[in-house]
């Protein structure tokens, strides 16, 4: 079947390998949100799912399921709710669906979790979702978790090649440069280039309004130009993501 | 990208699509779950998406992701929760991500949802998922929801040819002759056919037992024999399933 | 007082039973649910404490109060929710009052409780109830708990006798000849055969919707004819679901 | 069948009374609660029941099944939860459950309902199931609830008559005179007076303690003593509660 | 810093306090309700505040910061819901909050807790967020609590002074003359002599509605006269509750 | 009594100040976390009240009292919840008594909201909550809330002015330079200079671990050196942000 892929692989295999190598098991957290015309709703899902199986791939670790569904776009990091396409959860649905799956693991006898975000909106929930599982799961669990945004694993040089203009920071980074060179090089088959939106960066003030006002965010959903990205930027950034996500896991799991 | 599948496909897609023809949208719910040592755990998530991408692929419809994880397994229909590797959401998350896309697809525009239920414990869960989603939307929402096991439209007449023996009830259906048959025609890739068990079929109680008895099931999984799978069996099955799920979705949705 | 239903015994008398004999204790779990014109709306509840209490008369048992509602009618099995006097609970609602009925059972000391199922939409909930109870319990309760609907006990010859015409199954066994027959032997009064009504079969398709069609359902509540039904019929039932039950739960309890 | 009992009427006797004459609908709340040596565990169901019944046959009323489980006994009101036989609901559950019923009503078409407490410990969790249900069914619903402990009926005058050497108040009316007496007037068959406790009064200090502390309650659970009580005085009480919650339903309903 | 309050302590002081003393803390619960024109939102959470650290100034105990808003006014008790400025929580958020405070004092150390409420509609929700947080915490958690509403500790001898023409009860003791008067001596910035309303007390029948009759309730929200009320009341009530508190509280806490 | 704090105001002043002029209403949402041997407990709520309470006196709003406990502290914003002290609510808790709070607020007839954050941890939760009312209370409700965290607001003149060696980034500063200037300005006597730890900057891999490491913690729970803070600091920072939110305030109610 599948030496990484969870879903693709028979549970006497999946516990063979949780008995006898106590094997990393990656978490990705997506979402269901629009990523401009040129990436597909799908993207933080399958490029959570891509880093993980690369490093997996690596530690000979095994990928659960994406969660594909993450909680509701906001206008300054996703664009916002207002954009058909954008499938959302309430928090307690997305922290409930955690802790339920790491609850699952924890009982397999799942020793080492790294929950992947891919959706910069997912990070708080996430986070609750592990605490009440491992709270439920008492002290005497042996399972330690990492939670980690992937995009923080990218080194200030590595961005100074991909931004050669300066890197603006992570924080319009939606639907842009980052994310469309890794779906060029994980998926170029879902990227429309010749559909790349012109928008300038989107400018927000430092607060945000309920209900939101949709004027604040470029109406093709891109918070700044994905001009500049390629497929080539995509492999490094995947190639630098790849190692020092192996070296931290390494590190963090070896005691 | 792809005209099917919803989380391959632009928002600016989906949006034009939903706008312009108000397409059928498919919710496949599978799970994580045991399938004996020759399916793979993700069997009734790529079994309900194989099928609801069938249908879509038929009459322009749009899937959207399937639910990876779902409820519980019990003893008598997937073995229970005793085996490594199913990984199951409690009931209040199930019902709640249920209820939360659906409300996202309204507010989308979404008028003709069908939820392809591919794990027989997740009906009662989903049915409330929906239930709650319809409440809160509120009677003036135009938004009409189908909710189906596929195996259910299977005819006599199809299930008396792929059980020349006779066909023994869904009752032990589990990782048995049907799926794999269908997953030799859908994903052959991820079926080992050298490693199916002889476990004969299993025998129950009229009643359940909590906490449930391991020894009820055999200890591959397997409920009844998948011998006399094979993948034409399984294209007959699948190409029915497609006609007759057309023509019920048609005939729902015509006025 | 009352040897056998717990609202009618002292703490004391109860008390003194759990610590000497660790008595089986059953809960019935009813609903408020359309039964025709000629059956009650309490017939569920009414079903189910009289098979509990029938067997626990035999065994010693206790039957505590039934829960008088129970999930949604849902149109094949119950009707559905649009007639009016159907009352029912959401999934949570019932989920959590078995659980903690349940719960404080076994803080009783209670270690053998019969959940029986009266009404068909219950069964996925009270299972999530008492599952959550058993978390929460922890491994090392000596509670067990048995689930049951308790028409599965009948034998295919009796409901030969019950269907001279050939049985047809289950699904539409809603108010028609089982459950009538059944009340005709425990509660003749509230059986009102004047008033039966002649609707054919109710013929369901392969899916549900929502919401639902109030045009499939036959607009007496009645799924199948009640032509046959009969307190001696009844009677017979009565007698073999007793028996029955009775070896199931000596069985069951007997390690 | 039965004219005043919900759960034995038909759904069509009920639609109809429904529709016809916008009857007073009761929702008994009990409990399933130690009541000392003398009287049974559902003592509060039962006379809430009671009560309910009484006061709907003067009025052409419906009475719903008594919600049979309660809010967590309190030590001094009900004697508190280490008895074994007292089996309660956590707030949410009894919350729930309330809105559940109330909402169904409001669906069916009750205008005018009345809760009937006979579980001091229910009041405040059936007051928040009440306001969560008339904010969801919004602010043009027509119905209207009145919530009443029973005890709350009876006036100084035969308060004076039951107690001729003074009313100790209602603070330790747990298994005392009140309920003894009410109960030999509707249920004489469920009292054992020869098991009467002489249990002095119990005194609490005016706090209280978690977990709590069962030397401050009498081993018996009864509060204080239920010599005195006489069928004769149950009956009084019984008149007096139907007439005047005859006269208050009737006023509060008339415009 | 400050050596009661805890908000203005620092966390090392704290976790010395804990470690060296394990002194009583305190947790006044509160709301924001409508407390007539003479009297400020807050006194509820004033006058539990101010109870709370007098008493732990005479016992070196810590007063942690008070739930500021609490369960919803009803009409006999706080005037009502309709009242502007009540703003008020709904059960399961109080009952959350009070179970997620008490949960994170047993994490700190504390073995011994005091919850003071001075709101009375919190009370039975209160309880069950302290019921909640010791069953979460377990058997062997060494907290200890006591639930109190400071009136209660009142004696008759000073309610006869303060009520020099008979003290009414408390029912009606909103916004009258003893929250006035202990409002006068801890807040008298706070308190409006000069607007003091003339409306008499209010009657209540002996039941509630929803929705509730706004002109049941005095349009000032005021339930009986505050006339009477002066600082020296407010000074000797507030002797008597420290006084009756502290050795309560260390009687409690003594073993 | 008090024009600014709601809790301080009687109904009658706040209602007609609310129908009146339709002032702006502040929630300040804080913690009680540690905040170093130097600062109390209560820090955030303090600093968020206080920089609500001067805006709100700027411009005729009102506060409303704070949400005194916030989410869980987190290892690389507030130090974790290892530390004595830190005690903090479940998100759920958090999400709830913020959408309670807001729909009341709504109730009153409050159109315009600042919701003010001074605990960085909140946020998401806070956001959550602000979503469920504003579901809740439905679209034609003319309410419109912002939401902000105080400190982005400073300008990075400001901050070059604060930090003359270079701003670190808001990343560590807790209990530090930003904070400890604010209250030496608004609290001075809640501060102890004298116990200013010396704990250089902590330095933390960019992903989370669960069991948190508490190694990462400086141990004094301050997360870079609060040297350099002073009261004109504050000074200049508060006036800042009074400047600036009183601005921003003022153009995004404008319309």
Not at 38 to 61: E, F, K, M
Not at 126 to 145: K, M, N, Q, S, Y
Request: charged share 20%; with cysteine; net charge negative.
């Amino acid at each position: 079947m599948n030496p990484v892929m969870m879903d693709r692989m028979s549970w006497i295999a999946y516990r063979d390998r949780i008995a006898e190598d106590s094997p990393v098991v990656f978490l990705p957290c997506g979402a269901l949100e629009q990523h401009g015309p040129h990436l597909p709703l799908g993207t933080d899902a399958l490029l959570a799912t891509a880093v993980s199986a690369g490093v997996a791939a690596r530690i000979d670790g095994i990928v659960a399921p994406a969660l594909s569904y993450g909680y509701k776009s906001q206008p300054k990091c996703g664009g916002g709710q207002h954009f058909p396409g954008t499938t959302s959860l309430d928090a307690s649905s997305l922290i409930q669906i955690t802790r339920d799956v790491i609850r699952e693991l924890a009982r397999h006898g799942v020793r080492k979790l790294v929950v992947v975000v891919g959706h910069y909106e997912n990070q708080w929930f996430v986070t609750e979702g592990i605490d009440l599982a491992l709270r439920e799961l008492g002290p005497a669990c042996p399972l330690r978790v990492m939670r980690l945004e992937y995009w923080d694993f990218l080194t200030e040089q590595t961005l100074a090649r991909v931004f050669p203009d300066g890197f603006p920071g992570f924080a319009l980074e939606h639907a842009a440069v980052i994310e469309t060179s890794l779906m060029l090089h994980h998926h170029p088959e879902l990227v429309r280039m010749d559909l790349l939106p012109d928008d300038g960066p989107a400018h927000f003030p430092p607060y945000d309004t309920y209900p939101p006002r949709p004027q604040w965010v470029p109406p093709s959903g891109v918070l700044s130009s994905a001009r500049g990205a390629d497929a080539a930027k995509g492999a490094t950034m995947s190639q630098e993501l790849t190692e020092r996500l192996v070296a931290a896991i390494r590190g963090e799991f070896a005691d």
